[in-house]
């Protein structure tokens, strides 16, 4: 197993504590509006730089492919303590890329979460192939490993866990049971670069780890774009022949392949962006610590569920999901969006519920977990820039709503401070800059 690099992550995984009474939130009032995105934010800090990088490639003609492409994907494995990294057109690309390289073909069965994002399943079904959905830890909303050992089949060809909000699956388990049944483990890590397993980065557990730089991830472009990594060397050949048409040498094709490159000038936007990520990982593991005291003081805990951490790695929170329950989600997101703070509920309907999926047979009740996530969980925001008023605002509002809306008791901050937590740095290739636009509707 690749090592990591301990200068890339924080002497202490978990969140940190600093005590600030300036955190209280009676401190302020409350703001008009807090956003669920800011991608302005960090555009704003890193406009010149980006703009250079931008009309770099310009001058250079060399678009597709081109040398940026080939230095991000080494920056990339630098950072991940991967051998290997293959960029691509997108994050569904990646997914599609990967099971195409493991051979999987018709028929072929590969089991993966309902509760993810579309792209999970839909990469698995245009191969022909046919998605077994799991159910999940309740507490975690990632895979369950036991539904999984229950249902590797004679037909299974894969297992595909998904890294989740930002929190590594159960690695513990699921190798374990991939490695007994003899099974290839591809890693849907779209929302949790540098995130880590016993100080392994996700991505490099598994056979092949499969990533996304859609502009509201952590790490996001301004466009499309992915990449995969993998410790495998037969793996990383197939996958770069396989990203341009199955083409090598030009014009000679050795297998069927697809077309997904990365462009140039979204892999120099993204080097200007690498130095930055440990950073703005930190901070969002600091507001994410500043939420759970916040809730705390307004005594939340008997209306609202709010995610913890992982002690078992470190958890780079691409989103900050509360769980609401007694049926009062939608009413709450409601209150919310009246008082214009942001908020997203990710995922509405389960996959094995949509209604493309409705010949496999899958019906209401068969994943229990799942479902009830669904109907119950919302997610607030949580991006490096959000300031600790809007945070307030947020928790204040949602207080409001319960009927709690003074501090039930004060307590010393649980977040370090901006500052602090950014005081931790990572390698020089991570030190240099700050971000890009506005995210549209789809937040995948």
């Avoid at 004679?154 to 374990?176: C, E, K, S, W, Y």
């Avoid at 890693?187 to 996700?202: F, K, M, R, Y």
Wanted: proline content about 6%.
């Amino acid at each position: 197993m690749i090592r990591p690099n301990a200068s890339m992550l924080p002497a202490n995984n978990s969140l940190k504590t600093v005590n600030s009474t300036d955190d209280r939130p009676e401190a302020e009032s409350l703001l008009p509006s807090v956003g669920l995105l800011a991608l302005d934010r960090q555009y704003a800090g890193l406009r010149e730089e980006i703009r250079m990088a931008i009309e770099r490639v310009c001058d250079s003609g060399r678009f597709i492919l081109g040398p940026d492409v080939h230095e991000l994907e080494c920056e990339l494995a630098r950072a991940l303590l991967v051998p290997h990294v293959i960029s691509c057109a997108s994050g569904s690309d990646a997914l599609l890329l990967a099971l195409l390289a493991l051979g999987i073909k018709v028929g072929d069965e590969v089991i993966l979460p309902s509760y993810t994002f579309f792209a999970t399943a839909s990469a698995v079904t245009r191969l022909g192939a046919v998605p077994i959905f799991a159910d999940i830890d309740p507490i975690t909303y990632l895979i369950d490993p036991a539904d999984v050992e229950r249902k590797i089949s004679q037909r299974t060809r894969a297992i595909m866990p998904v890294h989740l909000f930002g929190r590594t699956a159960n690695m513990d388990a699921l190798l374990p049971i991939a490695r007994a049944a003899g099974l290839p483990v591809v890693e849907d890590a779209a929302q949790s670069i540098l995130s880590t397993w016993h100080g392994n980065c996700s991505g490099a557990l598994g056979d092949v780890g499969c990533f996304s730089f859609y502009p509201t991830k952590n790490l996001g472009g301004i466009g499309d774009g992915g990449f995969l990594t993998t410790t495998r060397d037969d793996i990383a050949a197939s996958l770069k022949l396989l990203r341009v048409h199955g083409m090598e040498p030009r014009y000679y094709h050795q297998v069927v392949g697809i077309n997904s490159r990365l462009d140039s000038i979204q892999a120099a936007v993204l080097r200007v962006k690498l130095p930055h990520l440990n950073d703005w990982t930190t901070a969002r593991q600091s507001n994410a610590a500043r939420y759970m005291e916040l809730f705390s003081q307004y005594d939340l805990e008997h209306h609202v569920v709010v995610p913890g951490d992982e002690p078992r790695g470190r958890h780079v929170w691409n989103q900050f999901v509360i769980r609401v329950s007694d049926g009062r989600r939608d009413a709450l997101r409601a209150h919310l969006t009246k008082c214009n703070v942001g908020t997203e509920i990710y995922y509405p309907v389960p996959l094995h519920l949509q209604k493309c999926f409705e010949p496999l047979g899958w019906r209401t009740g068969d994943l229990p977990a799942t479902e009830r996530a669904a109907d119950e969980t919302l997610a607030l925001p949580i991006f490096p820039e959000l300031e600790p008023a809007e945070q307030r605002t947020v928790v204040g509002r949602i207080a409001e709503f319960f009927g709690t809306p003074t501090p039930q008791r004060s307590t010393a901050d649980a977040t370090g401070s901006a500052s602090a937590a950014q005081a931790t740095n990572g390698p020089h290739f991570l030190r240099r800059m700050k971000a890009v636009g506005r995210a549209d509707d789809v937040r995948c």
